[in-house]
């Protein structure tokens, strides 16, 4: 049996550049992306905080250290500059590989920088 984890995510990232005219993708800061293990072209998935909005498109390189998170094509009809989101990237395991595998997670300030890092999501309480 295969199973699709949550590879890493870059959380509550916050929307710099919204480029209708761009060619496609999202363009995240490169230092981001390697702190992520996230790999140029790889598929993403975006979730917008502000708006619900959901979409799959793939990462591009941005300009390191720059802070940017350009969501650029189509999908700049569901992000706008100062939004909210959370980028994702996924694996398809084996099921004998899942058990031992942890995610990369990279927290994020307002600014788009590394405010801490994790492998784990805490235990939700009540």
Do not use: W
């Not at 989101?85 to 307002?110: G, M, R």
């Amino acid at each position: 049996m295969q199973l699709i984890l949550l590879k890493a995510k870059l959380h509550q990232a916050h929307v710099t550049h919204s480029e209708l005219e761009y060619e496609g993708s999202c363009a995240i800061d490169s230092v981001l992306l390697d702190s992520a293990g996230i790999q140029e072209y790889e598929q993403i998935h975006i979730y917008n905080m502000n708006n619900g909005e959901r979409f799959t498109t793939y990462a591009i390189r941005a300009e390191s250290n720059s802070g940017i998170i350009s969501v650029n094509g189509a999908a700049a009809h569901k992000a706008s500059p100062g939004d909210r989101v959370i980028i994702c990237a996924y694996a398809q395991l084996a099921q004998h590989e899942a058990s031992n595998f942890k995610p990369t997670l990279v927290y994020l300030n307002q600014n788009n920088k590394i405010t801490h890092t994790s492998d784990q999501i805490p235990v939700q309480v009540a």
